[in-house]
């Protein structure tokens, strides 16, 4: 796993593209290069960009600056790159956490000690993860998002932005869980839940 190394590669040239490399940028790196799949994006910050190609600056690290769980998925099983791992400097992450790889840590956002997080994660702008915190791959946790003490997120689950989920409770996979909820229970794989408190209210179909 690769941490604030001197350059990296971002997969993804859209609005996340644009948060991660600031991100990127704080720490003083730099990007040497973006891959995207649309053949029609030539540039993206002023930075070249291409289909994605393994041999192209195969000993750089990469992240997947796409903030859809399901299309991260899809690209982290065909990239061949080393996957990085990048944390703003605004951050406040513990020490005693363990973080999988590809997954970035955005802006003022907090994870406390004892989390332990999976590959390809999102923690988004000013997003808070209390102690003790289980989350699966390519989680996305939004902008204000707030888990409380030894909670579990499922892989591939989206946090909404402003929704706080109480202590001890467990979120199974592939679930969405509305902005501004309130999640007081457990709740099951794949579904989408919403309100105060929340409530499933459909199945997620992928």
């Keep these: 796993m690769i941490y604030n190394t001197e350059q990296m590669i971002l997969y993804g040239a859209s609005g996340h593209g644009k948060v991660v490399a600031d991100c990127i940028m704080a720490n003083n790196l730099k990007i040497r290069h973006i891959f995207d799949d649309n053949p029609e994006i030539?540039?993206?910050?002023n930075i070249k960009v291409t289909t994605y190609d393994s041999n192209c600056y195969s000993d750089e690290a990469l992240i997947i600056s796409i903030g859809d769980n399901s299309d991260r998925l899809i690209v982290s099983r065909k990239v061949q790159h080393r996957f990085g791992i990048i944390i703003h400097p605004s951050a406040i992450v513990a020490k005693a956490i363990a973080i999988g790889e590809g997954t970035v840590i955005l802006h003022n956002s907090v994870v406390q000690i004892g989390t332990r997080i999976g590959r390809h994660c999102i923690f988004n702008t000013a997003s808070t993860v209390d102690h003790e915190c289980i989350?699966?791959?390519y989680v996305h946790i939004s902008p204000n998002a707030t888990l409380c003490g030894?909670?579990?997120i499922g892989e591939g689950t989206h946090i909404g932005a402003s929704s706080v989920i109480l202590p001890g409770v467990s979120i199974g996979e592939w679930t969405v869980i509305g902005?501004?909820?309130v999640i007081k229970d457990n709740i099951p794989d794949r579904v989408v839940v919403v309100g105060n408190p929340g409530r499933i209210i459909k199945k997620n179909i992928l």
Excluded at 42 to 45: D, E, G
């Design 42 to 45: 030539n540039i993206f910050l």
């Design 135 to 137: 989350i699966g791959d």
């Design 150 to 152: 030894n909670v579990a």
């Design 179 to 181: 902005a501004g909820s």
